[in-house]
């Protein structure tokens, strides 16, 4: 029997489903479908809170002012606790905290540049730690750019308007504090080594 075995030739077995390289090719590409597909589902969630974030951070930053210049401004300063926290109103031409008086328009055009380089982020953006920060400074940059454009004395020059006074600091608003919070928020991601688009990385 073995040498007949051996004379005719033992005929070929084939591979397993799945072995064949054109299979198996068909299989990586599928999976890889798969993947994308998921991928981008995840992507347009991780949009959605950004921009959400920058919705809510903006709204809460315009309502704010709007209540400050029709209640506070030409008014006293509000005590909230003691001489510790104060709402004063005031008209602040210069960058976040006041610094900078004199390159209002600088700053303006900084906030429109900031404002354009998230949008485009924006598409590459899977995490989810990320889209909360790039909209906290989203809501900050353009809720601060409004008051740039619309307040007086003109177009890209106008004043913000702030009002959180604590005792021995700058008066600032909500959109400085949102720009603050999203920026030290990218400083822990990066220190953590986490990337816009969802991936770690050791230096």
């Known amino acids: 029997m073995a040498e007949a ?6 005929p070929d077995i084939p591979e397993a489903a799945g072995t064949d390289p054109e299979q198996a090719d068909s299989g990586n590409g599928a999976d890889a479908a798969r993947a994308d597909a998921s991928a981008r589902p995840r ?14 951070a903006y709204a809460l930053d315009l309502v704010s002012k709007m209540i400050v210049v029709a ?12 001489d510790w926290l ?9 960058a976040a905290f006041g610094f900078g008086e004199a390159f209002t328009i600088i700053f303006t055009m900084i906030a ?15 995490s989810l730690p990320w889209a909360i920060a790039l909209g906290l400074l989203l809501g900050g940059a353009l809720g601060n ?10 177009v890209f020059e106008g004043a913000v308007v702030d009002f959180i006074a ?6 600032f608003n909500l959109a400085d504090s949102a720009i603050v919070c999203g920026g030290i928020l990218i400083v822990l991601l990066s220190f953590r080594g986490l990337d816009p688009d969802g991936t770690v990385h050791k230096d």
């Open 5 to 10: 075995e051996r004379i005719i030739g033992t």
């Open 43 to 56: 992507g347009k969630r991780r949009i959605a809170v950004l921009f959400g974030v920058a919705a809510l």
């Open 71 to 82: 209640k506070l401004e030409h008014h006293e300063p509000i005590e909230i606790i003691g």
């Open 86 to 94: 104060k709402f004063e109103a005031i008209r602040n031409a210069g």
């Open 112 to 126: 429109a540049i900031v404002i354009v380089v998230i949008a485009r982020l924006a598409r590459k953006l899977y």
């Open 145 to 154: 750019l409004t008051d740039r454009i619309f307040r007086s004395p003109g």
């Open 166 to 171: 604590p005792k021995g600091f700058a008066v």
